[in-house]
């Protein structure tokens, strides 16, 4: 017992030097900055960078996966910012070495979660403390099962022809033609215009969000009395189709998030049409037979990461029959705007290229008016702003940014979120209140995206909205066809883990559905697994003889 005796007061001695000399939290990182300055970038760190103030500036952190572009003044996505390459300039004249530090699989991938190499491979770590980084490249495979290294492959199937601007009423009609901007569509004025809220979420339905978030925040109703709903884009990783089937029995509009959700945002904004038909309808093709939702009830999208690929991804819309998109931001210039058609291309300041430039009649976007959170930064999503410190400040911050839609022309409010935002306490609470204040205005409707477009086609102000027939809430035809018979779980080995997923299908698929296979008719997700995994290692052992050399 004398070796616990020992390290009970080891320990003991420990605890005691802790608590009385408690560890200071580090002061933020400061340097001087020109008079004129707002904003310098940290020549060391691509996430970072200093906001002036009176000639000091102090260090902050773009959101996760953003780099600080100089030309913006503002974070954005890497491959826009060019940070890597100044940094690497810098160091190559300081002398410093590009050596990254990988610990594991999963951060040399450069995955994320929801991605199919992230949270479930339990591998040993890397045998190697460093990798250059220009080996960590990411294996994107195409619909052949063959990796992507080019782009070679058909970017468009139309012939390119520049819009001509764009006249409401002129050479653009309702209810298939709307031009995008900030006027009411209709006419009306302002205060007999409903004031629209669409609450939607991204990546994966889970049992726990099911049970701790979407209940309750969908737990309300709209000035009919029907209840609020929503609008959830789906990733296949991790979603449990029973759930996915439950939500649209109860009224809540389902659309495509991808099958792989992959990284980086290249992977998208490069990719081919063929590329965004297998990820985008292929995962429609999986709600539609795992979680037995009709087809052609599945009629929008969001890209991963909001990356699109410019008319790439409209021609894949035409092409398999999707009616909107929703993942092109709005900047910030004045008014927000309203939802729009893709009859003259993109007829508002793009935000994330490449955009659509070519015309693409009756295709609807849904933009993404940015939400202004704290210490002035804007995001088209709401957890991708700074986290407020509490409630009272998350309230505060859903109330400003309403309010400027509410109080100029009632462009529609979105609140677009990924569910573990809300899984903290105070800002579910904080939502909560907040839709309760805004549903008691009475000119509140809280409503999904296609029952949004299904009003701009035909607007009816506030005193006939009530009667408004896709407001009403008959959802007898969605009956739950996930009985407790036909629901089953599927399982399947893959690497050192095991994957699965819930089905509304009475029989598994022979292999786990992934891109190239969404029925699961053959080896994909396995396969590319296994793939990925040798190309990394054989990368690792040819480090290796190059560094021993």
């Known amino acids: 017992m004398a070796w616990f005796a020992y390290w009970s007061m080891l320990l003991g001695a420990l605890f005691v030097e802790a608590m009385c000399n408690p560890r200071k939290k580090a002061p933020l990182k400061t340097i001087e900055c020109p008079p004129s300055a707002t904003y310098l970038p940290d020549d060391g760190d691509c996430t970072r960078y200093y906001s002036c103030n009176r000639g000091k500036g102090v260090q902050r952190r773009c959101g996760v996966g953003l780099h600080w572009s100089i030309e913006k003044t503002a974070c954005d996505w890497p491959y826009k910012a060019k940070c890597e390459q100044r940094v690497a300039a810098i160091r190559a004249r300081l002398g410093k070495s590009e050596e990254v530090t990988v610990w594991s699989l999963r951060d040399a991938l450069n995955k994320k979660p929801g991605s199919p190499f992230f949270g479930g491979w339990q591998l040993p770590r890397s045998p190697l403390k460093s990798v250059r980084k220009s080996a960590i490249q990411t294996a994107s495979v195409d619909t052949k099962g063959n990796t992507e290294t080019s782009n070679v492959e058909e970017q468009t199937t139309t012939e390119t022809v520049t819009p001509k601007p764009c006249q409401q009423g002129i050479n653009c009609t309702l209810p298939n033609c709307f031009c995008a901007g900030s006027d009411i569509p209709g006419n009306l004025p302002a205060a007999k215009t409903p004031q629209f809220v669409v609450i939607t979420f991204d990546d994966a339905v889970t049992q726990y969000d099911y049970d701790n978030v979407f209940t309750k925040v969908f737990d309300r109703a709209n000035p009919n009395g029907c209840p609020i709903r929503g609008t959830f884009y789906v990733s296949h990783q991790y979603t449990d189709y029973t759930l996915v089937n439950k939500l649209w029995s109860e009224g809540h509009e389902i659309a495509s998030h991808s099958i792989s959700h992959a990284v980086p945002a290249e992977t998208w904004t490069n ?279």
């Open 271 to 549: 990719g081919s049409l063929s590329r965004w038909k297998a990820e985008i309808n292929g995962e429609r093709m999986i709600i539609s037979e795992f979680a037995a939702v009709d087809k052609d009830h599945i009629r929008g999208l969001r890209a991963p990461y909001l990356a699109i690929n410019g008319d790439v991804t409209f021609n894949m819309m035409k092409e398999e029959g999707f009616l909107y998109d929703s993942s092109m931001p709005a900047r910030e210039l004045g008014a927000p705007i309203w939802p729009f058609t893709l009859d003259f291309g993109t007829q508002h300041e793009c935000t994330i290229e490449p955009c659509p430039k070519q015309s693409h009649p009756g295709l609807w976007e849904i933009p993404m008016n940015l939400f202004k959170g704290s210490l002035g930064f804007t995001c088209p999503m709401v957890d991708g702003c700074p986290r407020p410190k509490n409630k009272h400040q998350a309230l505060e911050l859903f109330r400003e940014n309403f309010n400027r839609n509410y109080l100029s022309n009632k462009a529609p409010f979105l609140q677009a979120f990924h569910a573990g935002w809300l899984r903290t306490p105070s800002f579910l609470e904080a939502f909560q209140l907040f839709l309760d204040e805004i549903l008691a205005k009475g000119d509140v409707w809280i409503v999904t995206n296609y029952q949004l477009i299904q009003w701009m086609r035909t607007p009816v102000s506030l005193s006939n909205i009530a009667e408004f027939e896709p407001f009403q809430c008959n959802f007898e035809q969605r009956q739950s066809r996930c009985l407790k018979g036909t629901k089953k779980r599927c399982s399947y080995e893959v690497g050192l883990d095991t994957v699965y997923f819930n089905t509304c299908s009475a029989k598994c698929p022979k292999y786990y559905p992934w891109v190239s296979s969404p029925m699961g008719e053959k080896c994909s997700f396995k396969c590319q697994y296994a793939a990925t995994v040798q190309e990394y290692y054989l990368k690792l052992i040819s480090q290796r003889r190059n560094s021993s050399k």
